[in-house]
């Protein structure tokens, strides 16, 4: 079910213009090197913190990683043209794809730096078993801004994923022995690290929407000063393991289907989600060294 409409702001209803960026980026348990892209990924959200979406969409065939996302995965490939692992993406703008080593991030606090066309806002409920779920994103447009095109996309993240004893959910480390340098502690990891060890963040689980949105989700005529409102009801995935653990995003796309802004929400009536940047991995410091990506038929090509 899909409802818009609109309402103006009220005097004393503050409106943030922030701008928050989305990262998306392509990785798997099988690929050694998507370690670092893991890594960075992370210091990312840390250095950023809301104002950076990083959504890690799992590939590489159900056989080799239980978290892939095969409508997702093959989306942002095509998008970026991407051949190898790990890759990313940034606001879903072709001219801001690279591969996710520290300096790629780089260009996140940039982006933070320009004026944003619209506010988004997210609220997001979920049914008491938890199998039905509802979405509702609010936009603004800035005085002088004009919305061509614009529609929503959703996606839903699952945080901590953790699957102890399935070794399915094992992470291939290719910096065990610390022969391809330091990372954040991982070359003190084995080869192949138990699924015990590992707590996947971030992880895509569905394409609530068609990937480049939902066609006539906005009006056309939007007007600046007043909130357009639109609300998307679903079911929850299959593949969710913790529904707690779960967040949306919207994501306003224009007319050429880049985001032009983007916000994440938690359940309401939910627990705040456990977080694993407390694990004595991320919490070293990292210098900036070579790296490799992981093609998808397994091939690793120094960069």
């Known amino acids: 079910m899909m409802l818009s409409c609109c309402g103006m702001a009220g005097a004393d209803e503050p409106v943030s213009f922030q701008r928050n960026v989305v990262v998306e980026e392509v990785t798997g348990t099988w690929c050694q090197w998507c370690i670092y892209g893991m890594v960075y990924m992370e210091q990312a959200a840390e250095q950023y913190g809301d104002r950076l979406i990083p959504i890690s969409v799992h590939g590489g065939g159900v056989n080799r990683d239980p978290m892939e996302d095969l409508d997702y995965c093959t989306a942002v490939e095509q998008l970026g043209g991407f051949y190898s692992y790990p890759n990313a993406i940034i606001n879903r703008d072709r001219a801001r794809k690279g591969v996710p080593k520290a300096e790629y991030f780089d260009q996140v606090g940039d982006i933070l730096t320009e004026e944003c066309d619209a506010a988004v806002e997210l609220t997001a409920t979920i049914n008491e078993d938890l199998t039905q779920a509802e979405a509702t994103a609010r936009i603004m447009l800035r005085e002088g801004a004009v919305a061509n095109g614009w529609h929503l996309a959703y996606v839903m993240v699952e945080d901590s994923v953790h699957q102890p004893g399935d070794s399915r959910y094992n992470q291939a480390n290719g910096y065990a022995g610390g022969f391809s340098g330091e990372m954040a502690g991982y070359e003190d990891k ?56 779960c967040r949306v995003v919207a994501l306003l796309l224009d007319a050429d289907n880049h985001v032009v802004n983007a916000a994440i929400a938690r359940w309401s009536d939910k627990p705040a989600i456990p977080s694993a940047i ?13 790296a490799a990506t992981y093609t998808t038929t397994g091939m690793a090509q120094n960069t």
């Open 190 to 245: 084995p080869n192949v690290i138990p699924a015990e060890e590992m707590y996947y963040r971030h992880v895509a689980r569905s394409l609530l929407s068609p990937f480049n949105g939902i066609d006539n989700s906005l009006p056309a005529d939007m007007e600046a000063g007043i909130w357009t409102t639109h609300t998307f009801s679903f079911s929850m995935p299959e593949n969710i393991l913790v529904p707690a653990n």
């Open 278 to 290: 407390t694990s004595p991995v991320f919490q070293r410091s990292v210098s900036r060294c070579s």
